[in-house]
């Protein structure tokens, strides 16, 4: 039950201010007994409300702006707008018109496109397009800089790490500062160390699109255990937790087993948010049936229509774990994962006062953005 003190949109340290500039607050806010809980952040959301940020329209920006917007009542201050597989034409159209910047009142914050494929395995790809898909050949690197045109503005790439030639292309990323994260996959244990060795250290959606849990090969589900692990390093894992693409059970082995890797991510598509029925995800038909999201005409679950605030509900509800526990899989383990904990996913002081307020229930009431309040529940009569 503590004081929160903002100025300049940074969390700031109190006694400082009392005993270097004998200040005191120009406002104060009331909480009314909320939870202040740090800003969440998405790392994997194709879109939302109508928009698809693997198309390539006219109007891209208003739809990424829409969509920014939209998700400050989930609770999300930043997220990583992520592309499903494409054409290489539509990285080249898209990718240019994904700008890093800061949140605000006009939405959350962009910290990078996420991009997941093209260089995935045909067996695991999941709702990606067959026909998209590409191997790494000769000049590997080269050839990913091809398809996607550029890599500014990337943040996270999701490969699949059993491909000839991924070790070079993950060094390579990994040395431009881009998070390689292995996912849609048939790799078995000994390929995923090896990719987390050169560099890897995100999961895509753990036990969904990958080779399921073998007592005598894992596979990448084993680097949650795995003692080959380079001193210092994590590994991080997404986790879809809508209480459809993962079991409970399933997201309680995970927890329990590495809890401090766990990462909530949406995987919303541009379904979120609206009426069920038929949607797009990439080059893909998508039918939404209640919180089931399939590829038309299959049970081939593609990405998910639940928010982030649901996901940390389920994920505390499934798990048992303790309301912070729960808080941080959507702020500071994603903000690890970026390397950008100094900056956001925390409360600590000059940090970023990206924060919400929620009720016990782990209902978001408020957001704010750089100290600023950008959503809040009462304002639209909710």
């Not at 006219?58 to 990424?64: L, M, P």
């Not at 790439?157 to 996912?183: D, F, N, Y």
């Not at 996913?345 to 600023?372: E, R, W």
């Amino acid at each position: 039950r503590e004081d929160l003190w903002v100025r300049e949109g940074k969390i700031l340290n109190p006694e400082k201010l009392f005993f270097d500039e004998k200040g005191s607050a120009d406002i104060q806010l009331d909480c009314k007994d909320s939870i202040i809980a740090p800003g969440f952040i998405d790392v994997q959301i194709n879109g939302g409300f109508g928009v698809d940020f693997s198309l390539a329209t006219d109007d891209f920006k208003s739809g990424i702006d829409l969509v920014s917007q939209k998700i400050l009542s989930h609770g999300v201050t930043s997220f990583c707008p992520t592309l499903v597989t494409s054409p290489p034409s539509v990285y080249h159209q898209i990718l240019p018109q994904i700008s890093i910047r800061n949140g605000g009142a006009h939405g959350a914050g962009i910290l990078g496109a996420h991009l997941e494929g093209p260089f995935i395995s045909k067996e695991k790809k999941g709702a990606h397009p067959e026909h998209c898909l590409r191997t790494f050949e000769a000049g590997a690197f080269q050839d990913l800089l091809a398809t996607y045109g550029s890599l500014d503005g990337v943040r996270i790439v999701t490969l699949a790490p059993e491909m000839k030639r991924s070790s070079e292309v993950i060094r390579e990323l990994t040395k431009r500062g881009i998070c390689v994260s292995l996912g849609h996959s048939v790799a078995n244990l000994s390929q995923a160390e090896e990719a987390v060795q050169h560099g890897a250290t995100f999961i895509t959606h753990l036990f969904n699109a990958m080779l399921p849990f073998h007592h005598r090969d894992p596979g990448i589900v084993g680097l949650l255990t795995s003692d080959k692990i380079p001193a210092g390093r994590r590994v991080f894992y997404g986790m879809i937790s809508d209480g459809i693409h993962t079991n409970p059970a399933a997201l309680r082995i995970a927890h329990r087993a590495h809890p401090k890797g766990l990462v909530l991510v949406t995987d919303a598509i541009a379904g979120l948010g609206l009426a069920p029925g038929r949607h797009t995800l990439g080059q893909q038909v998508v039918e939404i049936d209640g919180l089931n999201t399939y590829i038309a005409g299959t049970k081939t679950l593609s990405g998910s229509v639940a928010t982030m605030d649901t996901c940390v509900r389920h994920f505390q509800e499934a798990t048992g774990c303790s309301v912070e526990t729960a808080l941080e899989a959507a702020s500071l383990h994603p903000a690890q994962l970026l390397g950008i904990e100094h900056k956001k996913g925390t409360l600590n002081y000059d940090s970023d006062a990206d924060f919400l307020m929620l009720n016990d229930g782990l209902y978001v009431q408020a957001t704010y953005i750089a100290g600023k309040e950008v959503w809040r529940q009462d304002a639209l009569g909710m």
